[in-house]
């Protein structure tokens, strides 16, 4: 959204923003509105969901303390305690006193729980001690491995039980299974393991009786799983049990509404029976108050927007038409015209009108600077072309003279009188003070009296071999372009300990409106990286005219640009091995010049 304002007309924009702006205290009414009554109608179904969920948690607490109680009233029969720790021993005197104390403890479950159908006592080994069912039918009940939970229903911690539902495979019945481990309440050890069997259906009209549709009862056991559900619907919304660390006290309902708010969770902790009791009421009515409340926003929100809309288009007038204006007047600037005005109201003054001055006022501002500043820019690019031409490396009038000095010791004879000509030339062209340009003869003259010199400091190792036709030699060149280049050659083609003679070729040739002068050598040429860097350092400029260095490849060039232009400089080709071209591109014309 704000990209879609950002890069629309400051009509689009006010009317937009003046439509948003306008929302705001819309929407934070429907959000209180629609929350107040929300609210209300969570509030009541809260309240009755609350009571609903006391009596279901009220009377399955009870239900399983039956069944606890009737577990732990085994610890009044010493004698079963005994069977369950020791086993049954049929010689011994006790063992008819022991069946009278399993039947009395057999009425007393019965009497107590007339759901139980069958009762198994497992001893300290876990092997069964007795049983005792409430039907001859109930006898082919079996616990065994295919039987869930088997292992750990034997081997309970201390004041835990186990409950699940499974299906009998020998009665094709599904059982509600209560399970106990009976441990000494003074040394807590283990002494047998108590196991009450229930038919399903018993437990199911007991929560039937105290539910009501559409509400959702999940029992989950000591392992977080559901043994018991009304159905599958919202077993997702229900989280992971994890039973609270005995002993524990009586424990409130927990009571919260879904992510979507569409159902109302009780979850309470039924400590009898370590199990997890959910209550899922599906919130239908409240539901249907959201869709309608929602419809009514909506509706609100379209009709106020239409009205703003309209509004917005009308008022936006008198602000974007005198902003069209400066806009328009702005591009034309942009474009170049800086003789251009904006009308100012006269009836007025505000920021608008206010912009407007200050954009007359700044566009005749640039009038006046951009007349001074062209005077000072080409002052200054004269004066940064002869501090380029004036950068020469004093380097190479002392290496001048030590040559001079040694042939003079060394030989006597007159090749030093050639020498002190050629530098005296090289001098004379150097220190010129007239035209900045010159000629391509003359270049090539003092490129021919700065490589005489070098031909006899290296003991003629260079050869120059110049091709250009006669009608290219009063090209105009701006001066000392060739001897830089002449100069980087050597410093970069002479190899030391090569025999091979360095061999410098200078050509000229006319180009699609340009003049071309190319300088070749055989030298060892460059590696593709160094070559790619060089080329990349010409693209540059420096940023400091006297640097301490010699005039080299980049000082040429940038002169050159300088002079000339952007399309014009130094182009760079070179084969490791094989040599290095270096191409001069500058205007092809010709013009008189006074001989220096």
Not at 101 to 116: A, D, F, G, K, P
Not at 449 to 471: K, P, T
């Amino acid at each position: 959204m704000l990209r879609f304002l950002l890069n629309r007309s400051i009509k689009t924009k006010i009317v937009w923003s003046t439509v948003i702006i306008s929302l705001i205290p819309l929407l934070i009414l429907s959000y209180l509105f629609y929350d107040t009554n929300a609210r209300s109608l969570e509030r009541t179904m809260y309240r009755s969901s609350d009571q609903n969920a006391d009596y279901m948690s009220d009377y399955l607490d009870k239900y399983f303390q039956n069944l606890s109680a009737s577990a732990l009233q085994v610890y009044g029969f010493q004698r079963i305690m005994n069977l369950m720790e020791h086993g049954i021993d049929y010689n011994s005197e006790e063992f008819l006193f022991l069946k009278d104390s399993l039947s009395n403890y057999y009425r007393l479950v019965e009497s107590r729980n007339e759901n139980i159908i069958k009762v198994m006592i497992y001893g300290k080994d876990n092997k069964l001690a007795d049983n005792w069912s409430r039907a001859a039918s109930y006898d082919n009940i079996r616990l065994g491995e295919n039987t869930p939970y088997f292992d750990e229903l034997l081997d309970l911690q201390y004041q835990h039980s186990l409950m699940f539902n499974y299906t009998d495979a020998a009665l094709q019945q599904r059982l509600f299974v209560y399970g106990v481990t009976i441990y000494d309440p003074f040394y807590r050890t283990k002494t047998g393991t108590l196991i009450f069997f229930i038919q399903s259906k018993e437990i199911d009209k007991i929560i039937k009786t105290y539910n009501y549709e559409p509400n959702e009862i999940i029992l989950q056991n000591r392992h977080g799983e559901p043994f018991y559900q009304t159905s599958d619907h919202y077993i997702s919304a229900i989280d992971p049990y994890e039973p609270p660390t005995l002993p524990v006290g009586k424990e409130k309902h927990n009571l919260r509404f879904s992510e979507n708010r569409s159902l109302l969770i009780n979850t309470s902790f039924i400590n009898n029976g370590n199990i997890r009791l959910s209550i899922v009421y599906p919130n239908t009515e409240l539901e249907h108050s959201r869709k309608q409340l929602m419809n009514i926003t909506v509706s609100a929100f379209v009709l106020v927007l239409l009205f703003i809309f309209l509004l917005s288009l009308l008022s936006q007038q008198f602000i974007t038409k005198p902003l069209f204006l400066l806009g328009k007047a702005m591009k034309a600037v942009r474009n170049g015209n800086f003789q251009i005005t904006v009308k100012q109201p006269t009836l007025w003054r505000d920021d608008i009108s206010e912009l407007t001055r200050s954009f007359n006022f700044m566009t005749d501002k640039i009038r006046t600077m951009i007349e001074t500043e062209y005077e000072m820019q080409l002052r200054n690019k004269e004066a940064h072309i002869m501090a380029l031409q004036m950068q020469i490396n004093p380097h190479f009038l002392y290496n001048t003279l030590q040559t001079i000095g040694g042939k003079a010791v060394l030989m006597g004879d007159y090749e030093i009188h050639e020498m002190c000509r050629a530098l005296g030339d090289l001098f004379r062209y150097s220190f010129y003070e007239g035209n900045m340009e010159s000629t391509l003869r003359m270049e090539l003259v003092h490129a021919n009296n700065y490589l005489y010199i070098q031909q006899l400091r290296f003991e003629n190792a260079i050869e120059l071999e110049i091709d250009v036709q006669e009608e290219l030699m009063d090209m105009t060149i701006i001066r000392f372009v060739l001897q830089p280049i002449i100069e980087n050659v050597i410093v970069h083609g002479l190899v030391k300990d090569d025999q091979k003679e360095l061999l410098i070729r200078i050509g000229a040739v006319r180009k699609a409106g340009s003049f071309v002068l190319t300088v070749q050598d055989n030298g060892p040429g460059m590696e593709p990286s160094k070559l790619e860097s060089l080329r990349s350092d010409l693209k540059y400029k420096s940023k400091e005219l006297f640097d301490g260095v010699s005039i080299g490849l980049k000082n040429v060039h940038e002169r050159l640009k300088l002079v000339y232009g952007s399309a014009y400089g130094l182009e760079i080709n070179s084969r490791f091995g094989l040599g290095t071209e270096i191409a001069i591109i500058i205007p092809d014309r010709k013009k008189e010049i006074s001989d220096v």
